[in-house]
């Protein structure tokens, strides 16, 4: 920050000018109030600023054009501060972004819980996850389509090839989708996510055998941990069943893929954030619908439907609603903390995200816990950790 002030502002201080010829300051420059002009970088306003204080200079400087009065520049900085003004305004900025940074977390953390428990009555209730995770995809882009259509959001740019490209991200994360919630109506929504707390082993191993990456030793020592958690977790289960173990599985390698095309092919792309993942919505729903019915039906969807409202009564409506609302919501947050900080930021955020859906899910579901599994799903998580570092 600097301040622009004229020579006539600074005859009200005590020896000024004498300090300009010889470059030495008295501590306090001015012992009375004064209003100097406070010139900005790449703002061509000006504001006037309050200074009450006595003031220390930092840096000076002459500026101006010939034939006109010359203007003295100067960098300043309080008398009780221990450092300038400007610098004073980087430290409230990183304050500030760091701040945001922590509420993008927390709403990512508490969205998540949210939808997994709603996610897993509705599951509970009525058990057809094909359409469920369609549901999931439709409100999303419907949320998305009226904020586009009223100018709330900005209405993304695309063009064909954009979705051509898009196309292979949304199969794997269509696939991804689906196979979670399948996982999560046979098995514990604890369990699920200590499975899915594995997917770093997947991108190690795709990355390496597919693409041909090398990583430093500390990353795959890290897989250790990881894959020996899930694996205890996974034969002290006490609710196990395959299928859900196998969809949590198919859902890491779908989601390890999903990483590796969007990283792949969005390169460069002016489409991210919100609108990314508004975007994937979309196309994953136009991909998923005709599966959907294919796997499912409508026959069923219909008597289950009216099954569930049978024993559980209209708020089941709500749960539907609910799940599919947040899921949207806390992806779309997710996407949006990812394009303010940086991938290892994302990834320990991530790692914290499953570490309170497994305990509140646990506690909302009353799922027993054998010590053991606790242990391994601990092991699993700290080789997650480890992983996020390892990486950095």
Not at 48 to 70: D, Q, Y
Not at 223 to 237: D, Q, V
């Amino acid at each position: 920050m600097s301040f622009s002030i004229k020579q006539s502002a600074l005859t009200t201080c005590t020896d000024v000018s004498n300090s300009v010829a010889h470059k030495r300051w008295p501590s306090p420059i001015c012992r009375h109030s004064f209003s100097p002009s406070l010139n900005l970088q790449n703002n061509s306003k000006r504001t006037n600023l309050s200074v009450s204080r006595p003031l220390h200079i930092s840096s000076i400087e002459s500026v101006g054009k010939e034939n006109k009065k010359p203007v003295i520049q100067c960098k300043a900085y309080e008398a009780d501060k221990s450092q300038p003004i400007e610098a004073a305004g980087k430290v409230k900025s990183e304050a500030a972004n760091r701040v945001k940074i922590g509420i993008y977390f927390a709403t990512w953390w508490a969205l998540n819980v949210v939808f997994n428990i709603y996610n897993k009555k509705v599951l509970n209730a009525y058990p057809y996850p094909w359409l469920t995770s369609t549901l999931s995809l439709a409100c999303g882009s419907l949320m998305m389509l009226i904020s586009w259509a009223t100018r709330i959001a900005e209405t993304p740019k695309t063009d064909f090839e954009f979705w051509k490209t898009l196309f292979p991200v949304a199969v794997a994360h269509t696939i991804g989708h689906v196979a979670a919630t399948v996982s999560m109506s046979k098995v514990a929504v604890s369990f699920t996510h200590i499975i899915k707390s594995g997917e770093p082993a997947f991108s190690v191993l795709v990355s390496r055998f597919l693409l041909g990456e090398t990583f430093p030793l500390s990353v795959y020592l890290s897989l250790i941990p990881i894959i020996g958690g899930c694996a205890l977790s996974a034969l002290t289960e006490l609710n196990f069943n395959m299928t859900g173990f196998m969809g949590a599985m198919i859902s890491n390698l779908a989601f390890v893929l999903r990483n590796i095309f969007s990283k792949k092919g969005m390169k460069g792309k002016s489409v991210s954030g919100m609108n990314y993942y508004a975007c994937l919505s979309l196309l994953s729903l136009v991909i998923l619908t005709p599966f959907a019915i294919a796997v499912e039906g409508p026959q069923m969807w219909a008597a289950g439907w009216e099954t569930a409202l049978s024993q559980i009564g209209p708020q089941f409506i709500w749960w539907v609603a609910a799940q599919s609302i947040f899921y949207h919501l806390y992806n779309q947050v997710s996407y949006m903390s990812l394009d303010e900080i940086s991938p290892l930021t994302f990834s320990v955020g991530n790692t914290m995200k499953r570490i309170s859906v497994i305990v509140s899910s646990i506690i909302i579901f009353h799922t027993p816990v054998q010590p053991v599994n606790a242990l391994g799903a601990a092991i699993a998580i700290l080789g997650t950790f480890l992983y996020s570092q390892a990486k950095a």
